[in-house]
């Protein structure tokens, strides 16, 4: 009788022994993260731009949850990337300035793919994801090598440059420049290089679930991509973005004024390269959208396509001349949000019913919480000290209640952006502010700050502001 009652349990133990190392549901789902680099609300299903072309954003929007409230935690490579990856916003990690160095700032943190790693999870990625270098020890594969910490492959890098807009002075970043590249995707590599590789990422059998990050750098400058991307877009057809309007620093405080003048508007004026910058960023857009494209492809005709999540996001947005300003680091919306789609496939632990196609939320959300939202999806104990805030109520239900708001914090600590569905509010060093009722003014063209009848409105949104701001730690290298 004894040995009758024992077999059972042993075999169930050997059973137990064979499961995978997952949940009673199953395998964990796969990640696919799929990062841009400066693109900001030009993308169809956002209406950024009338001219814009981005049918592969637009499907995938279509596919699962489009976030139209969706934040940076700073309008800059390096900050906004750090929090992502790190779950920490600047206001916690002291990492506000593209010139700050991750690992002076932060030696000991654990990035989301070693996370997922020490999980259980096979971590790989390629191109742009952290600013400008790797973090080998965050990886278990990368293209195209962790070794050398440079995650760009060969890119065609014209002779001859300038191309389009002369330099302007010591103060001109140099790859503000643009052209059209008589050559193929191939010829050009880059990102044809990085989908490239992602998509063979893809098609492999894989005996973990896996993380696979893809970075995609444009529409980062410079806009040089092969001209069949410019096509659609013909001189005579450009015209600024919707959000452009004559004398809008008007109202705005001194400290907005600084910010916003930062000397490119003018130089592009001057140089009558207005129209074709635009162009060459609507281009450099199509042309990060055909690439999202083929790796959406390769996952279509994946063994893990029906067990991966896909997130997309980019870092943060840029202005063409709204507010007199050319590039990112300011404090309104077109730099702040930015676009951000989630697909979660039946079967996900942290939600098993998963996303429904179509769905848009309008609430307010950060980049951030991306750690945990990740976490709390696959099934996973929460990072400590990354924060508590998941987006998965929200993916589960889009009109959930929320009652957070986004923050996104500049290169000082008392210079930052607070979003809410409805509103937005700045906050500068020197005192100044600005209010924003986004349902009638999206563009951000009428301060209400010092408007009496919004006295409480700004009471309200000065609150939302963190307790703690960290101040900005120093790093070794002070300069970019
Ligand atoms: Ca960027
Ligand atoms: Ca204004």
Not at 82 to 99: C, D, K
Not at 146 to 152: C, E
């Amino acid at each position: 009788m004894l040995a009758m009652k024992l077999l059972p349990l042993a075999t169930l133990a050997s059973c137990l022994l064979i499961l995978p190392p997952a949940n009673a549901a199953g395998r964990k789902p796969n990640v696919l993260f799929i990062a841009l680099d400066d693109l900001n609300d030009w993308i169809g299903c956002l209406g950024g731009h009338p001219l814009t072309k981005t049918p592969n954003l637009d499907r995938f929007a279509a596919s699962g949850v489009l976030f139209r409230n969706a934040y940076c935690a700073a309008p800059s490579c390096n900050p906004s990337r750090t929090a992502v990856f790190t779950g920490l916003p600047p206001h916690r990690s002291g990492l506000y300035q593209n010139t700050q160095k991750l690992r002076d700032v932060l030696p000991d943190q654990e990035l989301l793919p070693r996370y997922l790693s020490r999980q259980g999870y096979w971590s790989a990625g390629s191109g742009k994801l952290l600013h400008y270098v790797i973090d080998p020890q965050s990886w278990d594969d990368y293209y195209p090598d962790k070794a050398k910490d440079n995650p760009f492959p060969p890119t065609f890098n014209p002779p001859n440059r300038p191309i389009s807009l002369a330099l302007g002075g010591p103060w001109q970043y140099r790859e503000t420049d643009w052209a059209a590249l008589e050559m193929s995707d191939e010829e050009f590599g880059g990102d044809w290089r990085v989908t490239e590789w992602i998509g063979k990422q893809l098609q492999q059998p894989r005996d973990k679930p896996f993380f696979l990050a893809c970075g995609i750098y444009r529409p980062h400058e410079p806009w040089f991509v092969p001209a069949k991307y410019f096509e659609p877009f013909p001189l005579e057809s450009i015209r600024p973005g919707p959000g452009f309007k004559e004398n809008d620093l008007d109202d705005v405080p001194a400290e907005g004024k600084r910010i916003a003048r930062n000397r490119y508007f003018p130089h592009i004026l001057e140089h009558k390269q207005w129209e074709r910058g635009i162009q060459a960023y609507l281009a450099s857009i199509h042309y990060a959208d055909a690439m999202v494209g083929r790796v959406l492809d390769e996952l279509e005709r994946s063994p893990h396509r029906d067990n991966t999540i896909v997130v997309l996001w980019s870092d943060h947005g840029w202005h063409l001349g709204e507010k007199e300003h050319w590039q990112k680091f300011t404090p309104w919306r077109l730099s702040g949000r930015v676009p951000l789609i989630l697909r979660v496939p039946e079967g996900v632990p942290g939600l098993p019913e998963g996303t429904r196609p179509g769905s848009v939320c309008d609430r307010p959300v950060s980049l951030v919480d991306l750690f945990r939202t990740l976490t709390d999806l696959c099934g996973l104990p929460p990072k400590a000290d990354a924060g508590n805030r998941s987006l998965v109520p929200l993916l589960r239900d889009p009109a959930a209640e929320w009652p957070h708001a986004a923050i996104t914090h500049l290169d000082h600590p008392e210079n930052y952006a607070i979003s809410t569905e409805s509103w937005r509010y700045i906050h500068y060093r020197d005192g100044g502010e600005e209010l924003y009722d986004l349902a009638a003014d999206p563009h951000e063209w009428t301060n209400l700050a010092g408007k009496p009848e919004h006295a409480a409105k700004l009471a309200e949104m000065r609150k939302l502001a963190p307790g703690t701001i960290a101040p900005v730690r120093k790093t070794r290298i002070t300069t970019q």
